[in-house]
């Protein structure tokens, strides 16, 4: 599957010399590798924003409840 953005990728890159085009290949592969890595860090953090959420809750009334100076 090619969209019209990945054509014209392909195109730009067949007017470079080829060590240009290994140079963008490099870069691509890195940048694409750091998409990947944002995108699987988010579906995580989705997973588990709920359970954060109440993990930061439960921590915070802990803290009021110790320092509730009434019960000292």
């Not at 290994?22 to 998409?35: A, K, S, W």
């Not at 959420?53 to 009021?64: D, T, Y």
Request: aromatic content about 6%; proline content about 1%.
């Amino acid at each position: 599957m090619s969209s019209a953005a990945i054509t014209t990728v392909v195109k730009m890159m067949e007017s470079l010399p080829i060590e240009v085009q290994n140079q963008v290949v490099d870069h691509l592969r890195d940048y694409i590798n750091d998409m990947q890595d944002e995108i699987q860090w988010s579906e995580s953090f989705q997973r588990t924003q709920q359970k954060l959420i109440a993990a930061a809750q439960r921590a915070k009334q802990e803290i009021a409840e110790a320092l509730d100076y009434d019960k000292l």
